[in-house]
């Protein structure tokens, strides 16, 4: 028995060597795992809070000796109505910690689901009773020019779980790995085994046998989505207040890109090596930065544009749209017609570069 179970160990490993892109890839794709996380956070510390400011604060003042802290993130907020009400909406869906307007005493909204707003509400008042009673005793102190603690604001009563701002994000996750994956890999695998070979040999043309494979793979990913999200329904009872039409145009228009992407990566590989490392390079760095898990508001500049070129982040804010905000069919019309254009032109490129063998 050892000695069949060596021969497959043996064959098995001088068919990985033996595949001179797959290895290289395998040794490669670690160090740009590596160089694409220092190009994302910066090689800095993380800031743990993100904290909105509306106007600038004294200096020397509390409020200001309490933004100070290296573990806070300061990220300023035009004086206007509109810029005011969007950073309140912020801290309802979790994109900011804290929302503080510097004035005397300061003001500050907090989502009170958010368990980091509690954590920096508290340090807040803490920074205020310390300037109040210096000396730890409740009493009226009169050298100091604060009178009162801050206010306190709920965002708007509209305050939504991690939960219900983190599923849109899942689904769209989800619509990615299993299109990726779904044509990717599994065209490599046909190509490997010899079926296109066969195929080839029919009248089957590329185009054809490309479009089949799309056609199969977003049924599968719509049914999955459809599951995964009735299932989020009985468990969690997320919002949705928007059009349900709207919401699967959308995903439909996203799983169509990602299979389109994919078939696009297979279209000449021969491994499954190669293909799996060159999809986890496409996947992860939009795993990262289209506001799946955290909200990429404060993070660095190079993340925020790298963000907005990423098919994903179209997919997710416009879930989001749908499901928190309420937009219908005409709203998210944009980023539907986005997707689809990318659709297309991934279609033509896979088209173009689509080999049997």
């Given at each position: ?254 799983a169509l890109c990602m299979i389109s992407l994919g078939l696009t990566v297979a279209a000449r590989l021969k491994t499954e090596e190669l293909a799996d490392g060159l999809l986890n390079l496409l996947s992860w760095p939009m795993l990262l930065l289209s506001g799946v898990w955290f909200s990429m508001e404060g993070a660095s500049t190079a993340a925020q544009a790298m963000s907005r070129v990423m098919p994903l982040t179209y997919l997710v804010d416009g879930a989001r749209a749908v499901m928190i905000d309420g937009a219908g069919l005409l709203d998210v019309l944009p980023r ?22």
């Open positions: 028995m050892w000695g069949r179970i060596y021969a497959i160990f043996i064959a098995r490993n001088r068919e990985f060597y033996r595949d001179s892109a797959g290895l290289i890839w395998n040794l490669i794709m670690p160090v740009m795992m590596i160089a694409a996380f220092a190009f994302i956070f910066d090689g800095q510390q993380q800031a743990l809070f993100k904290i909105g400011v509306i106007g600038a604060p004294a200096a020397d003042s509390p409020l200001a000796n309490f933004l100070v802290k290296p573990q806070i993130n300061v990220i300023s907020v035009v004086d206007e109505r509109a810029a005011i009400e969007g950073a309140i909406q912020k801290v309802e869906r979790h994109q900011l910690d804290l929302l503080i307007e510097a004035q005397s005493p300061p003001r500050y909204w907090l989502n009170p689901q958010a368990s980091q707003a509690s954590i920096l509400e508290e340090l807040l008042l803490a920074q205020y009773r310390l300037a109040l009673h210096p000396t730890g005793i409740p009493t009226a102190n009169p050298n100091s020019p604060i009178t009162a603690l801050p206010r306190r604001q709920l965002a708007d009563g509209l305050a939504l779980s991690y939960a219900d701002w983190a599923l849109p994000g899942v689904l769209a996750m989800n619509v990615m790995f299993s299109s990726l994956w779904g044509v990717g890999w599994v065209v490599v695998r046909y190509r490997k085994n010899g079926v296109l070979r066969r195929l080839k040999a029919t009248p089957l043309r590329p185009m054809e046998f490309l479009i089949a494979q799309v056609l199969s793979r977003l049924i599968v990913v719509l049914g999955a989505s459809a599951l995964v999200y009735a299932g989020a329904y009985f468990l969690l009872d997320p919002p949705m207040r928007g059009s349900y039409l709207a919401l699967i145009a959308l995903y439909a228009a996203g539907i017609a986005l997707l689809l254009g990318l659709s297309l032109v991934l279609m033509g490129l896979a088209a173009r570069l689509f080999r049997w063998e």
